[in-house]
């Protein structure tokens, strides 16, 4: 029987419990090794004890860097406005918003897919818009109304007689280069590269950086990760910490499973 990560601890305590009437002497050796080695496993474990609202904590869980969720430092977000520089990291497919040396925001993105990949090299902002829509990239109608192309390119795809082009949504749009290359609100699959050369950020991190950020903010996109990052030890600890993390739910339910057999089998004696 399989129990969910949530449940599992409440059963373990509870039956934690009640084995604790149960000599050691008695118990499936099995089951006492799997309780040695959670233990353990949970000391280490207790190494990488970051404060809890600390990007060290951030990074050093939540499956970093390929996780949807975002991490923000609303402290460092008030003082961002005017102040502020935006990493975007390809290998890690994640955005870093930099304040005085401190990240104040980190975030997935989906970046250009193979073929359409998102140009390296140092940009700053050149313009801003909420409401943008592309002049290339869209869905293409014939005369009816009907969408004959979800994946159109205005600049190859030929508009039908009587049809229409219309251009994908890109709100929150902030132009990086000339030819059309830019951040914005778009759909995110955390480590996926998605877009056709775009920044694609989850809406409500394209709201913050949207306020923060000002024609002329610098914006790098880069390959490998920043040399000033500032958390690489806390990285390093995530990969060991998400093995770990692993290794105790595959515990924890081993030790439940172990524990329904051996009360079934002390039932079935009685």
Known sequence: MNVSNTKLGTYLSALLVILSFVSCSHQNPQLVAAKEELAQVQMKQARYNYPPDSYEFFVSHNQYPVTIKIYKNPELLQRAPGHCKVIICLEQQRGRLYVDGQVAADWPVSTGIPGRETPTGNYTVRGKKESYSSNRYGKMFDAE????????????????EGGRFEGSPMPFWQRLTGDGIGMHIGKVRAGHRLSHGCIRTPGDMARDLYKVTRVGTRVSVIKDIEPEYPAREALVAGAEQNALERRARELQQKIYDLTMQQLAAEDSDT
């Open 145 to 160: 109304g009907k969408c004959i192309n979800s994946d159109a390119d205005a600049f190859k795809d030929a508009v039908p």
